[in-house]
């Protein structure tokens, strides 16, 4: 137990200034997501309060908020158990990606005015410029500034919550593959296409590459999680 404490207090930033209910949800959220509390384990309420020296409020506050997402399940006269994310769930995940992804990405295509893309070939270009310059943490930022111009631009609200809900489960997994060099130059690479097929109006080529896309960082995605044990 003590080994989970420590998993948990290591994804804790309190320098953050946030109500620490959200900060203790997201740090059990993140240790439970990267399978370092394995599913089947009990998390004990009172022994994390006194062992972070936290109140038990904001842990109980967590607890629901994961029970809501299904991260972990409430046994009666057992307690809370961690379920965490499967294989299988980010395949689900993915799945449900490629076609929403695809769907946003022709329907901005067809909104956007010129100005419009050249705004994201500019982007493109800085997120080039940053990749060269080996700066990993800056060309993440700017590849979620890609996917969210494109949700923008597509002007399907709704949808965009749904990926964005749908991308949590995942995030940190895709932080921990794409830091990858060869990883970082295909997902620029693969970028370009589907900007140059939205330029073009090619609805094939923006279906292929977006798949394409998904499918390698799923590749990345379920190699880390094998490795963690994450069946």
């Known amino acids: 137990?003590?080994?989970?404490?420590?998993?948990?207090?290591?994804?804790?930033?309190?320098?953050?200034?946030?109500?620490?209910?959200?900060?203790?949800?997201e740090a059990l959220r993140k240790t439970v997501i990267l399978g370092d509390i394995p599913a089947g384990v009990r998390?004990?309420?009172k022994y994390f309060s006194e062992m972070m020296n936290i109140s038990r409020t904001p842990i109980r506050y967590a607890l629901k908020r994961l029970a809501d997402e299904d991260l972990v399940i409430r046994k009666p006269g057992i307690g809370v158990i961690v379920k965490g994310i499967?294989?299988?769930?980010?395949?689900?995940?993915?799945?449900?990606?490629?076609?929403?992804?695809a769907l946003a990405t022709r329907q901005a295509m067809r909104l956007m005015t010129t100005a419009e893309f050249e705004q994201l070939n500019q982007l493109l270009l800085e997120t080039r410029r940053l990749n060269e310059a080996g700066d990993v943490t800056a060309v993440l930022q700017k590849f979620s500034e890609f996917n969210q111009f494109i949700y923008d631009k597509s002007q399907m609200y709704r949808l965009k919550s749904i990926?964005?809900?749908?991308?949590?489960?995942?995030?940190?997994?895709?932080?921990?593959c794409i830091r990858?060099?060869?990883?970082?130059?295909?997902?620029?690479?693969?970028?370009?296409?589907?900007?140059?097929?939205?330029?073009?109006?090619?609805?094939?080529?923006?279906?292929?590459?977006?798949?394409?896309?998904?499918?390698?960082?799923?590749?990345?995605?379920?190699?880390?999680?094998?490795?963690?044990?994450?069946?």
Not at 1 to 25: H, T
Not at 163 to 174: G, H
Not at 208 to 231: C, P, Q
């Open 1 to 25: 137990m003590d080994k989970i404490v420590n998993a948990v207090a290591k994804n804790l930033d309190l320098s953050q200034n946030r109500p620490i209910k959200e900060l203790i949800y």
């Open 43 to 45: 998390i004990n309420e």
């Open 86 to 101: 499967s294989v299988k769930d980010a395949y689900e995940i993915y799945a449900i990606r490629k076609e929403l992804d």
């Open 163 to 176: 990926v964005v809900e749908l991308q949590e489960y995942l995030v940190y997994f895709r932080d921990i």
């Open 180 to 231: 990858s060099t060869d990883r970082c130059d295909l997902a620029l690479a693969e970028h370009w296409l589907i900007y140059r097929g939205m330029l073009n109006q090619d609805v094939n080529q923006i279906n292929l590459i977006t798949h394409e896309h998904l499918n390698h960082s799923l590749d990345f995605i379920v190699k880390e999680m094998r490795h963690r044990h994450l069946e």
